[in-house]
């Protein structure tokens, strides 16, 4: 078994015992009381780079990064310092997130919040948006059936929910190609061996169209990292154990937000 199918496996154990507490159709009454999801796609896509910061307390390739005790503490940083999106892992069991650090954002903080974990479900989707999200998080690699994935995706678009679509290889960005997604999340680490591979951006961002906002995933450290990304065409990145481990979050997303590249012939 593959470090991802092992995720996955814990993530459906957990998402049965919440459908058996909360019954879809008592999900989708609370839909009624939610503010209208917001849309990031206007800060992403304005000029100089755009970061979408993460909380993250652990994960399967380094274990334990940061204890956050108040996430909204540290989203708010992350909001002062100009996040494009704030990005909550509500994985509990290999990241130790949970709904619960979501919705204590979604009170703190007016930036779209992106819901990152392994969603496979209409139930997921809709449990996103009842937190407050307003981006899920859809892997290519997760959701492996191509009209599973386009049913995901419409049905996560009726919500008013944004997707970022996340890719690894060349196969999963011909999907994302398919599905005419407008968020598109090349993951520099592979999930089934947790390597971190930083050439996979440059590799596969010049297959990914044009019309997508493309976002560089995982491994980012540097204003210096963010310059090279943007060269190669990323308007997004998305940077989790750098921020969380940065003694001061909020001038750590300022530092990466609105660069416009090395400047590579721009000097003269
Ligand atoms: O902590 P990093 O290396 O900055 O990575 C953040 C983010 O890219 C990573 O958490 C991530 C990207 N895609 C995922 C899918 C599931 C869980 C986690 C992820």
Same mark, same amino acid.
């Given at each position: 078994?593959?470090?991802?199918?092992?995720?996955?496996?814990?993530?459906?154990?957990? &998402? %049965?015992?919440?459908?058996?507490? $909360?019954?879809?159709? *008592?999900?989708?009454?609370?839909?009624?009381?939610?503010? !209208? #999801?917001?849309? !990031?796609?206007?800060?992403?896509?304005? %000029?100089?780079?755009?970061? +979408?910061? =993460?909380?993250?307390?652990?994960?399967?390739?380094?274990?334990? @990064?940061?204890? +956050?005790?108040? !996430?909204?503490?540290?989203?708010?940083?992350?909001?002062?310092?100009?996040?494009?999106?704030?990005?909550?892992? $509500?994985?509990?069991?290999?990241?130790?997130?949970?709904?619960?650090?979501?919705?204590?954002?979604? %009170?703190?903080?007016?930036?779209? +919040?992106?819901?990152?974990?392994?969603?496979?479900?209409?139930?997921? &989707?809709?449990?996103?948006?009842?937190? /407050?999200?307003?981006?899920?998080?859809?892997? #290519?690699?997760?959701?492996?059936?191509?009209?599973?994935?386009?049913?995901?995706?419409?049905? %996560?678009?009726?919500?008013?929910?944004?997707? &970022?679509? =996340?890719?690894?290889?060349?196969?999963?960005?011909?999907?994302? #190609?398919? @599905?005419?997604?407008? &968020?598109? /999340?090349?993951?520099?680490?592979? @999930?089934?061996?947790? *390597?971190?591979?930083?050439?996979?951006?440059?590799?596969?961002?010049?297959?990914?169209?044009?019309?997508?906002?493309?976002?560089? *995933?995982?491994? +980012?450290?540097?204003?210096?990292?963010?310059?090279?990304?943007?060269?190669?065409?990323?308007?997004?990145? @998305?940077?989790? =154990?750098?921020?969380?481990?940065?003694?001061?979050? *909020?001038?750590?997303?300022?530092?990466?937000?609105?660069?416009?590249?090395?400047?590579? /012939? #721009?000097?003269?």
């Amino acid at each position: 078994m593959s470090v991802l199918d092992d995720i996955v496996a814990g993530v459906r154990l957990d &998402l %049965a015992r919440r459908e058996a507490e $909360t019954p879809l159709h *008592e999900l989708r009454a609370m839909l009624a009381d939610v503010a !209208p #999801a917001l849309d !990031p796609m206007p800060h992403f896509r304005a %000029a100089g780079s755009s970061v +979408i910061a =993460e909380v993250k307390r652990s994960s399967p390739s380094k274990g334990h @990064l940061a204890d +956050i005790p108040e !996430p909204a503490d540290l989203a708010a940083a992350y909001a002062r310092g100009g996040a494009g999106a704030i990005s909550v892992l $509500t994985e509990e069991r290999r990241f130790k997130g949970s709904l619960a650090d979501l919705r204590a954002v979604r %009170a703190r903080v007016d930036v779209p +919040i992106l819901r990152k974990d392994f969603i496979f479900s209409t139930y997921q &989707l809709v449990e996103a948006r009842a937190a /407050g999200a307003d981006l899920v998080l859809l892997m #290519a690699s997760v959701v492996t059936d191509q009209s599973e994935l386009r049913r995901l995706h419409d049905e %996560a678009g009726e919500l008013g929910l944004t997707v &970022l679509l =996340e890719v690894h290889d060349e196969e999963e960005v011909a999907r994302a #190609a398919d @599905l005419g997604a407008q &968020l598109v /999340g090349v993951n520099a680490r592979n @999930l089934k061996t947790l *390597e971190v591979d930083t050439s996979t951006f440059s590799r596969l961002a010049p297959l990914v169209p044009d019309t997508a906002v493309k976002v560089a *995933e995982s491994g +980012i450290f540097s204003p210096d990292d963010v310059n090279g990304y943007v060269d190669e065409g990323a308007r997004v990145v @998305l940077v989790g =154990e750098a921020l969380v481990k940065d003694g001061d979050p *909020e001038q750590g997303v300022r530092s990466m937000t609105g660069l416009t590249g090395r400047g590579t /012939g #721009a000097e003269a």
